[in-house]
T-cell receptor, first 113, second 114 residues
Framework: SQKIEQNSEALNIQEGKTATLTCNYTNYSPAYLQWYRQDPGRGPVFLLLIRENEKEKRKERLKVTFDTTLKQSLFHITASQPADSATYLCALAYNQAGTALIFGKGTTLSVSS | DAGVIQSPRHEVTEMGQEVTLRCKPISGHNSLFWYRQTMMRGLELLIYFNNNVPIDDSGMPEDRFSAKMPNASFSTLKIQPSEPRDSAVYFC????????????FGEGSRLTVL
């Protein structure tokens, strides 16, 4: 069965540094991969989507890479701020039409000032 | 526009009782999903609907769980009878197209079964 691993349960960094979160998957090649942010007591909120034929996607201070050879996605937050502290979830869709997203357990990021 | 609306936000019940969770998706969204989140297992897909039809219910843990979508603006997830191991946060999400696209989540229903 499909498996998604987000390597770190928790990541602590200082304000201004770049946070890098990792998502690894096994078995199948996903059609695309998404990243979500979840704050305590709230539902996940969509951040970025990257397709299998894309290497990199950017949105403001966020950057996502997708390496289908390594079966890995990296999620970067540059110039991190305390407001970036949250849990970040990686999710995969295994085909374009009909398969629901499967989520990793998430990495909790804490940015200290 | 209102987002995905879930009720109740919190539910505390005793083992053996029936629990019904409700969801109103975003208007115009064709796909609706029920997920369950726990610390141990993370966010797990239970079932999803497309155009009110159940497409994949392989994540429904057992016969005690059932889900319906009688129309495009309403879905329920029912647990009967409930057990302490069902304690979790249950999320409903919707998306405008087919499954796999960006999901819009509700705020969740936190269920505690004593």
């Amino acid at each position: 069965s499909q498996k998604i691993e987000q390597n770190s349960e928790a990541l602590n960094i200082q304000e201004g540094k770049t946070a890098t979160l990792t998502c690894n998957y096994t078995n199948y090649s996903p059609a695309y991969l998404q990243w979500y942010r979840q704050d305590p007591g709230r539902g996940p909120v969509f951040l970025l989507l990257i397709r299998e034929n894309e290497k990199e996607k950017r949105k403001e201070r966020l950057k996502v890479t997708f390496d289908t050879t390594l079966k890995q996605s990296l999620f970067h937050i540059t110039a991190s701020q305390p407001a970036d502290s949250a849990t970040y979830l990686c999710a995969l869709a295994y085909n374009q039409a009909g398969t629901a997203l499967i989520f990793g357990k998430g990495t909790t990021l804490s940015v200290s000032s | 526009d209102a987002g995905v609306i879930q009720s109740p936000r919190h539910e505390v019940t005793e083992m053996g009782q029936e629990v019904t969770l409700r969801c109103k998706p975003i208007s115009g969204h064709n796909s609706l999903f029920w997920y369950r989140q726990t610390m141990m297992r993370g966010l797990e897909l239970l079932i999803y609907f497309n155009n009110n039809v159940p497409i994949d219910d392989s994540g429904m843990p057992e016969d005690r769980f059932s889900a319906k979508m009688p129309n495009a603006s309403f879905s329920t997830l029912k647990i009967q009878p409930s057990e302490p191991r069902d304690s979790a946060v249950y999320f409903c999400a919707s998306t405008p197209g087919l499954a796999g696209g960006e999901l819009f989540f509700g705020e969740g229903s936190r269920l505690t079964v004593l």
